[in-house]
């Protein structure tokens, strides 16, 4: 038994040098020690002689079983709705630009396509003199909102998000005291139909309100189909830490199969697996704190679609049939736009489900109650950093009586620990007879060996969920605490070592203390090499506290220090030293 917990400590041991070995490599820009790659540049860095780049390409996620080839001089891809249609060829579009007192939105007149969106509210967490920014299109990034119309019938073509439009309305910037902007576009006429996309801008909102509307001004009935979709690349946002993942990719929703993501991986193997078609449901693009989503009105059919359409190029779109429109009827369709931060709370009224981007991992059922008991501590201190501090105050006093338990194994098993090392070196050449000594040991002192383990490991499932609350929270951006300016950025107080990019902070200096400590205050374990990995493991994980956001370093702190204010007083209790 011996041997095997020994070997089982050398394998977790040589397991977490080497990770964090990779994950050093990765924050440093080099290449992963798995064989991983440097991420791709976006396939969206447009042409010099003007050519629409790779952004406006049409894509395999919303096919239109077109029997005519396509326009000359239109990128086209396999199946994709080209026919006829004209595109803004050899000179550069018309970028139009729109301000709230939320966002700055960048549209491009070929699709009236979104391609560009800051949120103003919220500082880049790389440079604090930019704004984020959540949809872009340059050498950097890949990241559109684009619609546009496909149909079955041979021979049609229809306006899509490749057509160059004209911008028909004159608002730029919500007016003082105005409640909404409104900015429209119109398509020109396409074998004798055209569609109008408005898009409705307001206050203090992160949702749009987008309206298609399809006119058939030819003389034969059209059946048309709308197209919403979300384009990006494959990179993870700018900035993100190496030292703990959070999932950037395409989701689906549908009250049936939940919300499901989609891995970009699965999509370039296409492997992806989601709902294909419901009466409910959104498609959603999700990275760390922030979000897109396309809403549609409920009991509306729809399709569900995903592709890879270039290199490093993915799309998720929806599909919905408008039915037929006869010569000189039109056809109006409704649908919503949210792109901004993950507050739960407003995301759960906006759609079923549409919460569930923010990624709580396995631990939903838990991080959920545990969220909004953060809330209520910050509604009641009016600081999240004290928020922090006072929800994990509640749940050591939750879980006091578990810990006491497994504090008091552990002081028994530090009180004996002295006889045990000296029965070990008596006997260290019989093994057998030493572990029916120690046995015997055991329960003579009524010392159970995993007396101090299970308690801990029973309550581990909500301090993890805890840790996916603060991780996760869009609020701990830009929230300051003493003299801390961001909980979701390092700690960097005594500055950062430049030659190694290291962040120097106060708490993970602390955080590490007080893991020496609590090592210190635990028995030792009577097997040598345990004893020397007892106090080089904490040492080892400690380094990746450096780099961690200072919320979750504060929530360790917090943790380890009433863990050890505890612990201090049973041993003192129970008189062991």
Same mark, same amino acid.
């Given at each position: ?45 447009? !042409? ?115 057509? !160059? ?96 993501? *989609? ?31 396309? =809403? ?12 890879? *359409? ?43 489900? =549409? ?38 105050? =509640? ?70 969920? =805890? ?20 909980? !979701? ?89």
């Amino acid at each position: 038994m011996t041997d095997m917990r020994r070997t089982l400590l050398w394998v977790v041991f040589t397991m977490s040098l080497v990770l964090l070995w990779d994950a050093w490599n990765k924050h440093t820009g080099q290449p992963s020690i798995f064989g991983g790659s440097a991420p791709k540049p976006a396939a969206t860095a447009p !042409a010099a002689n003007g050519t629409p780049p790779a952004a406006s390409a049409p894509t395999a996620a919303v096919p239109a079983p077109v029997a005519t080839p396509p326009a000359a001089g239109v990128p086209a891809a396999t199946g994709a709705p080209t026919a006829g249609v004209p595109a803004a060829q050899g000179a550069a579009s018309e970028k139009v630009v729109i301000t709230t007192d939320v966002v700055r939105a960048t549209f491009d007149a070929t699709g009236a396509s979104l391609v560009r969106l800051e949120l103003l509210k919220y500082a880049d967490q790389a440079d604090p003199n930019r704004r984020v920014t959540l949809f872009d299109q340059s050498a950097k990034r890949l990241y559109l909102a684009q619609a546009g119309l496909i149909t079955g019938q041979a021979g049609v073509a229809l306006p899509n998000h490749l057509t !160059a439009m004209k911008v028909v309305s004159a608002e730029r910037e919500l007016a003082a005291g105005a409640q909404q902007l409104r900015l429209q576009f119109e398509s020109p006429v396409i074998d004798g139909r055209r569609l109008v996309t408005t898009y409705t801008f307001k206050r203090g909102d992160y949702v749009v309100d987008v309206k298609h509307e399809v006119f058939n001004d030819g003389t034969a009935p059209v059946s048309p189909q709308l197209y919403l979709q979300i384009a990006r690349d494959g990179n993870p946002p700018e900035g993100e830490s190496s030292f703990y993942f959070t999932y950037t990719g395409p989701a689906v929703y549908t009250d049936s199969q939940k919300f499901t993501k *989609v891995d970009f991986k699965d999509i370039e193997k296409n492997k992806a697996t989601h709902e294909k078609s419901a009466d409910n449901g959104w498609i959603a693009m999700v990275q760390h704190y922030f979000a897109s989503a396309w =809403l549609l009105p409920e009991k509306t059919q729809r399709e569900f679609r995903t592709a890879k *359409v270039a290199d490093n190029h993915y799309t998720v779109a929806m599909v919905m049939p408008l039915g037929e429109l006869a010569p000189g009827a039109s056809k109006a369709f409704e649908s919503r736009l949210f792109a901004g931060p993950q507050e739960e709370r407003k995301l759960a009224a906006l759609a079923p489900g =549409l919460e569930l981007v923010k990624d709580y991992g396995w631990f939903t059922i838990l991080a959920k109650p545990l969220f909004w008991l953060l809330e209520q501590m910050h509604t009641l201190l009016g600081n999240w950093g004290w928020a922090i501090v006072a929800l994990v105050l =509640l749940l050591k006093a939750a879980f006091y009586w578990l810990n006491a338990s497994a504090y008091r194994s552990m002081a028994k098993m530090k009180a004996i620990n002295p006889r045990v090392m000296e029965m070990r070196e008596r006997l260290k050449d019989k093994p057998q007879q030493m572990q029916q000594e120690m046995m015997r040991m055991y329960r003579e002192e009524k010392v159970n060996p995993l007396g101090g383990c299970l308690p801990i490991v029973a309550q581990m499932p909500f301090f993890i969920a =805890l840790y996916w609350v603060l991780l996760s929270s869009v609020e701990m951006r830009n929230s300051s605490w003493l003299y801390i300016s961001d909980l !979701a950025r390092p700690d960097a107080l005594l500055g950062t070592i430049p030659w190694i990019n290291l962040p120097v902070g106060l708490l993970p200096i602390l955080m590490t203390g007080s893991t020496l400590l609590q090592t210190w205050l635990n028995p030792t374990p009577p097997d040598p090499l345990q004893a020397r990995l007892m106090w080089i493991m904490p040492l080892a994980f400690s380094f990746m506290f450096f780099f961690f956001p200072a919320g979750l370093v504060l929530y360790w702190l917090t943790n380890n220090i009433l863990s050890i204010a505890q612990q201090w007083y049973i041993n003192r209790k129970l008189g062991v030293k």
